[in-house]
């Protein structure tokens, strides 16, 4: 320990003058608060433990308080990493967790490596062994209770203290530290912070129980008070900047017919507001992706359609098939946002994808392709808006196109119907919404039921699109929901065209379904326990209804057992019925009512779960084209 005298004259807080160095220094607990704090994040999600128990006492620290830290206690530890892979999805903040050592931890993996191939910004800190004990040679003593005992000869070797964090390190985060020397702890964490905004994916910081009380130096807090996504990213290749950007802007005024593609990573690297600008500047036509849904506003004038290759809708497939130069901003290539590698491009059309640690100009017609590594396409999304030239733009898009609008895909809904399909769903969803609100949907049939839907203005759409884990939207809506109360209004742009009023407070909407339901439900107590207004539609149509597409429509394992879903919000906490309202729905009318009803405000209680009554059978065209999509992919696999 550094021997340390108090100095509380001064600052009225309880510093410590470090006597060898004569710095001020706090306790490595508020340190690491503080920085979390400085990166943006109010909030903390997590399970306690004894591990991370002497960390969370630093929570209650006044000077902490006052800055709007708050803790905001999960179920368990998959749903605290889920919740903070929402609170990051809708504030672009880092979500931040915290577990304690192996129970907690590996519960909350699946999360965190979710949030990795989706590229959401999650700092997961676990309360690990005493470094005495992780340092101690006698390490036949030191079997701790959470930890797993070696393989062979267990009684007799000791365990290994960093087995956690060898599982997760390179593999499902972009930076690990696990704290082993407190001189070195202060930087580590600010290591850990700035790669998760440099590479917009999770990051861990691993903390012996007995650092927190330890004392470190402020000298970082004051070297550098803020993270930001700017302030991490900095740039230091200005020329080639400037040269790829002017590359672009010539073959952006010698195109007839451009199109822009907001992909995913434009809204994680903060770009949407600037993709927005370089649309409605330049009239450019766009497409989103299945990933990026809701970063470019499909109201605006030149919005062509989600493109999904052979997997969506023929009508912008026609479209994006007129385009001679394709700028895909921000682009994740994977299945499902390339419609399982269908997508094709007009013969001769020359593509420019744009990533964070690559811009690619190729040609696929004839695979040739240029690589510039090491550039944030951000940069140059940024220079693309300030220096072109729109008068240099000169179209040649074929006047008889349109914009892309909803009822292009012709969903037909027989009038007469006494029961509520996906159809009806599709058909009426887009006017339960009203402009800016936030939509979190779960992994299902209603998953693909929405791809297509054209949005109204400003309305921010979450889904986990590629990863697919059902259970997700639930307690990452608790997450979206606490964002909103730290955050409100955070993504309503004041410079877009048709503003949302001052006045109105956006809606948080989920769409779940009932097999996903039952795998993270208990968190809906925490949506009562932390006011968070929702709607809840609960699609019940018996069970795993996207599994008996692909297979086994009426196999037992596709079921999964009836609830009383409006009974769940008062056995979970709202005991006298004061806060939450439930109810069932069962045919196109009451849906229709109730929709209205909501989308105008009427709204007497703060959580309203409404459960929906589908058929077993009942799925979107859109996850049909997708199944049969995939099984002509799998059986091309087996036929090589
Ligand atoms: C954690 C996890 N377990 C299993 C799956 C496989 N899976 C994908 S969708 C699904 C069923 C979803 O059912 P439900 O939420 O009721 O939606 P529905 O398709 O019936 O509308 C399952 C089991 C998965 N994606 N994630
Ligand atoms: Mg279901």
Redesign the pocket.
């Known amino acids: 320990m550094t021997p340390v005298t108090y100095d509380n004259e001064s600052t009225g807080k309880f510093n410590f003058i470090n006597l060898n160095t004569g710095e001020k220094e706090i306790p490595f607990g508020e340190y690491l608060f503080q920085r979390i704090l400085d990166c943006g994040t109010k909030s903390v999600f997590g399970v306690p433990g004894d591990f991370n128990l002497p960390l969370l006492e630093y929570l209650y620290e006044p000077q902490l308080l006052e800055q709007g830290l708050r803790w905001i206690g999960n179920c368990n530890e998959l749903n605290a990493a889920y919740a903070a892979d929402g609170y990051s999805r809708y504030s672009n903040k880092i979500g931040c967790l915290i577990t304690t050592y192996g129970v907690g931890e590996l519960s909350a993996m ?1 999360g965190i490596a979710g949030a990795f191939a989706e590229n959401t910004k999650v700092l997961h800190i676990v309360g690990v062994a005493r470094s005495t004990d992780s340092r101690c040679k006698d390490f036949k003593n030191r079997n701790l209770h959470h930890l797993v005992p070696q393989l062979k000869d267990s009684n007799f070797l000791g365990p290994n203290h960093k087995i956690y964090y060898e599982m997760v390190k390179d593999k499902i985060c972009c930076s690990a530290e696990y704290l082993e020397d407190i001189h070195d702890a202060c930087n580590q964490v600010d290591k850990v912070i700035t790669d998760i905004y440099k590479y917009s994916k999770p990051g861990y910081i691993f903390v012996p129980a007995d650092f927190v009380n330890m004392t470190v130096p402020t000298t970082n807090l004051l070297k550098k008070p803020t993270f930001t996504m700017e302030n991490c990213i900095v740039s230091n290749n200005e020329q080639d900047i400037i040269n790829i950007t002017n590359t672009i802007l010539d073959m952006l005024y010698q195109s007839n017919t451009p199109a822009i593609i907001g992909d995913v990573l434009t809204d994680r690297y903060s770009g949407k507001e600037l993709i927005n600008r370089l649309i409605n500047e330049t009239h450019i036509w766009n497409f989103a992706s299945v990933n990026g849904k809701s970063i470019i506003d499909e109201t605006n004038q030149t919005y062509m359609g989600l493109y999904n290759g052979e997997e969506g809708p023929t009508a912008v497939k026609e479209r994006f098939l007129q385009c001679d130069l394709i700028l895909n901003f921000g682009v994740d290539i994977n299945e499902i946002n390339q419609g399982h590698y269908s997508f094709s491009y007009k013969p001769g059309c020359k593509l420019i994808e744009l990533h964070p640690t690559y811009i690619r100009f190729s040609t696929p017609d004839n695979g040739k392709e240029q690589i510039f590594k090491g550039i944030n396409f951000i940069h140059i999304l940024k220079s693309i808006v300030e220096s072109i030239d729109v008068g240099q733009l000169t179209y040649q898009y074929p006047i008889s196109v349109k914009p892309f609008c909803t009822e292009e895909l012709n969903f037909k809904h027989d009038s007469n119907s006494e029961i509520i399909t996906q159809t009806l769903i599709q058909n009426k969803f887009i006017d339960y919404l009203n402009p800016g609100d936030v939509v979190v949907c ?6 693909f039921a929405m791809r297509d839907l054209v949005l109204p203005n400003q309305v921010k759409y979450i889904s986990q699109g590629f990863f ?5 939207a639930l307690p990452a809506a608790l997450g979206v929901g606490i964002a909103m109360q730290d955050f409100p209004r955070s993504h309503i742009s004041n410079n877009c065209e048709s503003a949302i009023s001052e006045s109105y407070t956006p809606r948080l909407i989920l769409l ?8 993270t439900i208990q968190e809906l107590t925490s949506m009562i326990r932390f006011n968070v207004p929702i709607e809840i539609m609960l ?11 692909i297979l086994g429509p009426t196999r037992t394992y ?1 079921d ?1 057992m009836q609830w009383d879903w409006t009974k769940l919000l008062e056995a979970f906490g709202d005991f006298g019925k004061k806060e939450t309202k439930s109810c069932t729905l069962e045919t196109p009318i009451q849906l229709i009512e109730k929709m209205a009803q909501l989308k105008n405000g009427q709204k007497d209680k703060m959580i309203e779960l409404i459960e929906v009554k ?1 058929q077993t059978l009942d ?1 979107p065209k859109q ?1 049909r084209h997708m199944v049969e999509s995939a099984k002509v992919k799998s059986a091309g696999l087996f036929n090589k």
């Open positions: 699946n779960e992994t299902g049939s209603v998953q697919l884990s059902i259970g997700m779940e379904g009932d097999g996903a339901a039952q795998m699609w019940n149509n018996n069970g795993y209804t996207i599994e008996r597409a596709n999964v589908l799925y996850l």
